[in-house]
């Protein structure tokens, strides 16, 4: 069983930055690409970016203040977010494409999501 479990939402003032983790654990051969999205109230949810073994991929609204970075060792991925602004305000999730076995297909899976509430 493959879980993703994202962390560190919260609410923080206008201004401020913070650093969501999302972490997979269970039966793991190797995680692929992994990415972010959010999901704002009453929006569909939509790419913030996404990493892979060539690099980092951002949608053109999180270029500036978002920052994708990965621990591969450790099937973690982190998501750097400055100078906070209302708009923000979402529920954050992960996803990644998990091998379970050498000779298995990848599969997507989703954490279940961080909400991050920006509000002064």
């Known amino acids: 069983q493959v879980r993703l479990v994202e962390s560190g939402g919260g609410v923080v003032q206008p201004g401020e930055s913070l650093t969501l983790s999302c972490e997979a654990s269970g039966t793991i051969w190797s995680v692929g690409q992994m990415g972010w999205y959010r999901q704002a109230p009453g929006k569909e949810r939509v790419l913030v970016g996404y990493i892979t073994h060539s690099g980092t991929h951002y949608s053109d609204s999180a270029k500036d203040r978002f920052r994708i970075t990965r621990r591969r060792a450790e099937n973690t991925m982190y998501l750097q977010i400055d100078n906070l602004q209302p708009d923000d305000t979402a529920i954050y999730y992960c996803?990644?494409?998990?091998?379970?076995?050498?000779?298995?297909?990848?599969?997507?899976?989703w954490g279940q999501g961080t909400q991050v509430t920006v509000s002064s």
């Open positions: 996803n990644g494409m998990v091998w379970v076995t050498e000779r298995s297909s990848a599969r997507e899976y």
